[in-house]
């Protein structure tokens, strides 16, 4: 397909390069008005959506937890978890990216007023208020007020270094208690991950460590790679470290641990050795490669955890770094085995975990074995716990689906048609989610109330 033959290229083809430019000098203004138009509809939006009591606000996640703090700073109001859904989605973002997003609006409109004026009257850039609200949403309402004067009639001028200064000055001079608390807190956050494998059975690390620890690990990783060199690798240096890294991992590896029955007191020496569980799935065709030499070269698989592609020779590849090998029972995705009770089985939670891969709800992209699974239809009002009637809702949209005014009718395996409470459907299916004409009627031929339950499809 030739882009060029579009009809908006086609109207800019052969135009000097002065007028191409005062196009695009329009378009930057014409899209600073949209997003402050777009600050103004959500500022509004949350003046008409505000709740009292902390339970029934929107609060912010730390990876899969829901920390309990609202979106906003002290001071600015509380808004409905619920609602917030529906703006959202209506947004076009994801679940979590969203409520970020809303919450620095409400942080700037509410405590930092002199620079959300400055948005309003164009001088200030909507994404840089946006850093300036990250920076100052834990603080209290006299320090926020602080970096506020600071900042806003500035805040172009002013370096993200120097933002961090006197972001760290309004802490000090009005809450020294926090300042202490955060310095704390930092220590709490130190980590070290290691990536799932790509589908070059590669992994990407990456940590936040002690400075001290950092300096010994990288000593300790520099004296490997330089020996690796001495005794006749080719390698980079850069490849070396790595190496070195895994030859540091598998020492310990090669350690006896040494444990204790706690019911017989038995002294147990075992190694640790290496333990994995993947999920992949295969033709029968590619099941008999694997386990054999014949077959295509380009014969893949799909690796479940990892939700990539996976070539056969890779997996060979670790079937044979494996100490032991355990096949599980072949599950057949369209398979459908109702039970006559409200307990999910956990062959059902399985074979709905890899069938859905994540959150059903329109956007969110919480991995499935992280959800709770939904009984379409209610197993109180008649539904059957059955795969075709489970679901992947992450708790948050779980019980949005339960106690507010969101609805989902399955149009076919892996196909979810959503209403919003005021009427907005969305369409969730593998290629993600898709807004569709706003707001409106469930389509004639899904209004029977049997099929959602508690839902007047005239409403």
């Known amino acids: 397909m030739d882009l060029r033959s579009s009809t908006a290229a086609a109207e800019h083809d052969g135009r000097p390069v002065a007028e191409l430019l005062n196009v695009l000098s329009a378009g930057v203004r014409r899209r600073a008005d949209l997003m402050i138009d777009e600050w103004a509809a959500i500022v509004a939006w949350a003046d008409q959506n505000v709740v009292d009591a902390p339970e029934h606000a929107a609060t912010v996640r730390d990876s899969f937890v829901d920390t309990g703090v609202p979106i906003a700073g002290p001071g600015a109001p509380l808004v409905s978890e619920f609602h917030l859904m529906e703006l959202i989605a209506?947004?076009?973002r994801s679940p979590d990216g969203g409520r970020v997003y809303v919450g620095r609006i409400i942080e700037c409109a509410w405590r930092l007023p002199l620079l959300y004026g400055q948005v309003m009257s164009g001088k200030v850039a909507t994404w840089r208020a946006e850093r300036v609200a990250d920076l100052t949403r834990s603080l209290n309402p006299d320090a926020a007020a602080f970096v506020d004067r600071q900042v806003a009639s500035r805040v172009?001028?002013?370096?993200?270094?120097?933002?961090?200064?006197?972001?760290?000055?309004?802490?000090?001079?009005y809450d020294p208690v926090a300042a202490e608390a955060r310095r704390k807190e930092a220590a709490d956050h130190r980590h070290f991950d290691v990536g799932a494998a790509n589908e070059n059975g590669l992994a990407v690390i990456g940590g936040l460590l002690d400075a001290a620890d950092a300096a010994d690990l990288d000593d300790a990783v520099g004296r490997r790679a330089t020996l690796l060199g001495r005794l006749g690798s080719e390698e980079s240096l850069d490849v070396r470290r790595a190496v070195a890294v895994g030859e540091l991992a598998r020492n310990d590896l090669e350690l006896d641990l040494l444990t204790t029955d706690e019911e017989t007191g038995e002294m147990v020496v075992r190694s640790a050795g290496r333990k994995a569980e993947i999920s992949v799935h295969l033709t029968d065709t590619m099941l008999s490669e694997v386990v054999g030499d014949g077959g295509e070269p380009n014969s893949v698989g799909r690796w479940h955890e990892g939700r990539r592609p996976v070539l056969k020779e890779q997996i060979r590849e670790w079937l044979r770094t494996a100490t032991s090998i355990s096949v599980q029972p072949v599950i057949d995705l369209a398979d459908c085995d109702p039970v006559d009770r409200y307990e999910i089985p956990q062959r059902h939670r399985k074979q709905v975990e890899l069938r859905d891969t994540t959150c059903c709800f329109p956007g969110c992209s919480r991995r499935a074995e992280r959800c709770d699974l939904d009984h379409r239809i209610p197993h109180a009002e008649g539904g059957s716990t059955c795969p075709c009637d489970l679901h992947p809702l992450c708790r948050r949209h779980h019980r949005a689906k339960t106690h507010s005014g969101w609805?989902?009718?399955?149009?076919?395996?892996?196909?979810?048609?959503?209403?919003?409470?005021?009427g907005w459907f969305f369409h969730v299916g593998p290629n993600g989610t898709q807004a569709l004409d706003p707001p409106g009627h469930w389509p004639d031929a899904l209004a029977d109330p049997a099929l959602e339950p508690g839902l007047d499809p005239a409403a």
Do not use: K
Request: net charge positive.
């Open 90 to 92: 209506v947004l076009g």
């Open 156 to 173: 172009g001028r002013v370096g993200w270094a120097e933002m961090d200064r006197v972001v760290a000055t309004a802490v000090l001079r």
């Open 407 to 422: 609805r989902y009718f399955v149009l076919m395996p892996g196909h979810l048609l959503w209403r919003s409470p005021h």
